[in-house]
């Protein structure tokens, strides 16, 4: 792989696990609203990565998608609260390995959450300092491989790879036309990749020691 000149992040399963989280964001709305419906960290953890409209088809069959979406905007705006006070898991290494990373290439996070969710992750992990620009689904409900192509353009990137860790994050860095670094350890599976990585501080050693 050429070396790039920016790394452009997913953030759930890549960055970090927020699955608690997020479920308990989608049963507080619905136990509010007195919807029989429960949602199961095993069940939200296979829908990491997609887009939202498809998450709340699955979460919602029986609703109309005015319903759906206006749920889904509950459930989101109390979502940024819950971050602050519950957090996910940051994986192991990413808080340094981005400290160092941020000394050598621009990087970014793209993800196809909700607008404002990625900002609300910053701000609880205390990363801002590392990340020059977010991307979220949410801001243009457009994919990631549209998405990509914004950021690329806005900022200039000559050379960005996209580092994600599902079948998805691969298809749409194929369409954006960029490298797709995969990390094993997240919530998906692929066997179309550039370049592997089992863990955060072998991806981070492998990019500080390009020359």
């Known amino acids: 792989m050429q070396k790039p000149d920016s790394l452009i992040f997913d953030m759930d399963g ?3 696990d927020a699955v608690d989280t997020y479920a308990q964001s989608w049963n507080n ?3 509010d609203m007195g919807i029989d419906i429960v949602v199961e960290r095993d069940n939200l953890a296979r829908m990491v990565g997609w887009e939202g409209k498809k998450v709340i088809k699955e979460l919602m069959p029986d609703f109309d998608d005015e319903k ?6 509950t459930v ?10 519950m957090g996910g898991t940051l994986y192991d290494g990413v808080r340094e390995g981005l400290h160092q990373l941020a000394t050598k290439y621009d990087l970014f996070i ?6 404002g969710i990625i900002r609300s992750f910053i701000d609880w992990a205390g990363i801002d ?3 020059k620009d977010e991307f979220a689904y949410g801001v ?3 994919p990631k491989n549209h998405n990509i192509k914004l950021l ?3 900022h200039g990137l000559k050379n960005p790879v996209y580092i994600g860790d599902t079948l998805g994050d691969g298809e749409q860095s194929r369409i954006a036309g960029i490298p797709f670094v995969f990390v094993s350890y997240g919530f998906g599976e692929t066997d179309d990749y550039d370049m592997k990585f089992d863990n955060f501080r072998d991806l981070t050693e492998y990019f500080m020691g390009l020359e």
Do not use: D, P
């Open 140 to 142: 243009n409900y457009m």
């Open 68 to 73: 759906r979406q206006q749920i889904y905007a």
């Open 14 to 16: 890549t960055l970090w």
């Open 76 to 85: 989101n705006a109390g979502r940024h609260s819950l971050i602050a006070t």
């Open 129 to 131: 300092e590392h990340i």
């Open 110 to 115: 793209l993800s196809n959450c909700a607008k």
């Open 29 to 31: 709305v619905f136990q």
């Open 152 to 154: 690329a353009e806005k």
